[in-house]
């Protein structure tokens, strides 16, 4: 039996940012929204999915190899917006600004995972934090509102230091993450 995996940076949200958060969440309270929970926040570098637990050992040991060589760094947290789009929107972010450590940092991990036998991501690599997945709309005024209020905000730095591969188990009340691994950034900056 495998186990449902993914590779991710933690995020934890500042005061201000809890607090936006929570607004957010009471002026979208009519909608149908599966909100994701504060503790769970995360980067995903990559989805792994169902893996097969023999396979965790060299994934532990590529994580451990591509960290060493990149360095700690920083990321803005900015912005806020829908998947695919405001005409059928499925997912609310948060948006981070471009960093060329954290995209090198994915693209290195992709490219690793991918050597182990893992599809290949077909998206474009679009670092964000998801809120929440929306089922559906009553009123997408109240949507349209909250993406012009955050358009351009800025929310948070995020430290980004280490990269942790999870373990995701599905439950009715949410989804578990249980940290496999823990990798430090330990490259230098060049």
């Known amino acids: 039996m495998g186990k449902r995996l993914f590779i991710a940076i933690k995020v934890k949200f500042d005061e201000d940012t809890s607090k936006a958060f929570h607004y957010i969440k009471s002026q979208l309270e009519r909608e149908k929204i599966k909100w994701v929970d504060p503790h769970n926040v995360h980067l995903t570098l990559k989805f792994l999915g ?5 396979l965790i050992d060299d994934i532990k040991q590529n994580l451990a190899n591509i960290t060493r060589a990149f360095p700690p760094t ?3 947290m900015k912005s806020m917006g829908v998947f695919p789009g405001l005409h059928r929107p499925r997912v609310l972010w948060l948006g981070l600004e471009h960093d060329p450590v954290v995209w090198q940092l994915a693209r290195t991990i992709e490219e690793a995972m991918t050597s182990l036998g893992f599809e290949p ?3 474009e690599f679009k670092p964000h934090i998801t809120l929440g997945r929306i089922k559906y709309l009553r009123d997408r005024k109240s949507l349209q509102h909250m993406l012009d209020r955050y358009n351009d905000h800025f929310f948070q730095d995020i430290p980004v230091d280490e990269v942790i591969l999870y373990e995701s188990q599905l439950q009715p ?3 578990i993450y249980t940290p496999l691994g823990r990798f430090q950034l330990t490259g230098q900056g060049g």
């Not at 169902?50 to 023999?54: A, K, L, R, S």
């Open 50 to 54: 169902d893996t097969d637990g023999e």
């Open 74 to 76: 920083r990321l803005k």
């Open 173 to 175: 009340s949410g989804p």
């Open 121 to 123: 991501e077909e998206r």
